[in-house]
């Protein structure tokens, strides 16, 4: 059995619930980052975690080049006023340079990307050119080193161009195939088990009976895990059993890096969960200072990270975004995370009782002006998957704070921001 991971600590508020900076930093603090690696062609690596310094082997851009269609010239040739006519001795374009030098009085034609010819110092733009055959009239006011993209200004050859711990994107693979590189290492894709737990709860396919609700959890857990890029084991509905609860903790953790469930953790919860958790050891059962999404259950079972997120639909997603995505991300090794938060003036009255920091759902849109505003996206109870639909951001407001005026700045965090 692993050691419990550390939890008894100083709470802010004097009824020992959790501020959410303390539950997320508690979380992401007590995970360990996945230490397998695989070495992958670069396509492959999208979404994944960088696990090596990647050092450029070149220059970026390898050679001092155009950045304008236009005319190279020297400096000196410049009249500082009026105009003087220079003749057009040669061509470079993008992949067939000029190999000659340019001399004074000379001008060579030249193209974006193309290699500035020996001699030059200056692009001139084609359009602030007059020409006629052979012969081009330039006019002053261009300067040394105009419109030339260097040697090296995007990235040094022996430099670091990526660090370990950087998700790939799209423009990462840009980077890297810049570089001319095909493979990098990356770290290996965690391994998520998640399941839902409730007697009410039946799988979509099935008919709803007396008392019973579709189960959407896993629906939405399944898709903020898949944006994640892990390795996902769906292990389904597990009824409020003893047994059933204990096997499917047991098999998860044994399969999984991270095992994230849903519902049967609340006290005086008639389920199974905490007590089942309970008897394995290592789970602290919190109750965070937030709304939606009071309690929450954190620790291990055997090796495996465990997340315990709340019953009702709109809890978990608040939940998972606050806790679980820094946590996995922590494990997945990602280093550079830090959801996008702006402050925005708030269309109308925001309606919060002092107490919790609030995650309403929010709509964040742009008024007559251009400017950006958010209102709350309708009703605002923790079963309302509608509004979290309609919603595009969530709208923090600090535990402290009553009422939110209409016109107030609040802090909002996109979803789009989140991963
Ligand atoms: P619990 O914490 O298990 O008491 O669940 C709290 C609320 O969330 C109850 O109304 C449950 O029916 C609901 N709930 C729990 N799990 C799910 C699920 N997987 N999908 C939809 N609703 C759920
Ligand atoms: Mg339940």
């Known amino acids: 059995m692993n050691k419990p991971i550390p939890v008894n600590v100083n709470c802010d508020n004097d009824n020992g619930w959790l501020t959410v900076e303390q539950a997320r930093s508690r979380m992401c603090d007590s995970v360990n980052v996945v230490d397998g690696f695989e070495r992958v062609a670069i396509r492959d690596s999208l979404n994944r975690i960088l696990a090596e310094d990647v050092i450029s082997p070149i220059n970026v851009p ?8 236009g005319y190279a010239v020297l400096t000196s040739d410049i009249p500082s006023s009026g105009e003087t006519t220079l003749k057009v001795t040669g061509e470079s374009f993008a992949g067939i340079p000029f190999t000659g030098e340019v001399k004074s009085g000379e001008t060579i034609r030249i193209m974006t990307g193309a290699k500035i010819p020996t001699g030059a110092d200056c692009v001139i733009m084609q359009e602030q050119v007059q020409r006629d055959g052979d012969i081009i009239s330039i006019g002053s006011g261009h300067t040394k080193n105009q419109n030339i ?13 990526l660090t370990p711990g950087k998700k790939i994107d799209a423009a990462e693979l840009g980077l890297l195939a810049s570089l ?60 409020d059993d003893r047994q059933a609860i204990e096997d499917a903790f047991n098999t998860a953790a044994s399969l999984a890096d991270a095992v994230i469930t849903s519902g049967g953790v609340s006290v005086g919860d008639a389920d199974y969960v905490k007590e089942t958790l309970d008897k394995l ?19 291990k079972v055997n090796h495996a990270t465990f997340i315990g997120l709340p019953g009702n639909p709109v809890s978990v997603m608040a ?11 922590r494990m997945m090794g990602q ?85």
Not at 291 to 297: C, E, T, V
């Open 62 to 69: 390898p050679y001092d080049n155009s950045a304008m269609d």
């Open 319 to 329: 939940t998972f975004y606050q806790f679980a995505l820094p946590a996995l991300q």
């Open 281 to 299: 050891g290592a789970i602290n059962f919190w109750k965070i200072s937030m709304k939606p999404g009071k309690p929450l259950a954190f620790g």
């Open 180 to 239: 001319g590189i095909p493979e990098v290492t990356v770290k290996r894709k965690l391994r998520v088990a998640f399941f839902s737990t409730g007697d009410e709860l039946r799988a979509v396919g099935e008919t709803l009976g007396e008392g019973q609700i579709y189960d959407s959890n896993r629906y939405t857990i399944y898709g903020m895990l898949k944006r994640l890029d892990v390795e996902l084991i769906d292990m389904g509905v597990i009824p």
């Open 335 to 419: 280093t550079d995370v830090e959801p996008v938060i702006v402050k925005v003036p708030c269309k109308s009255l925001l309606k919060k009782r002092p107490g919790r920091t609030d995650f309403q759902r929010g709509i964040l849109t742009r008024n007559e002006n251009g400017e950006l505003v958010v209102d709350g996206a309708g009703m605002q109870a923790s079963h309302i998957l509608s509004g979290m639909s309609k919603a595009n951001c969530f709208i923090i407001l600090p535990a402290e704070s009553g009422n939110i005026e209409a016109g107030s700045l609040v802090d909002v965090q996109p979803f789009n921001g989140l991963f």
């Open 149 to 161: 993209r260097f040697i090296g200004e995007d990235i040094k050859q022996g430099g670091a161009a």
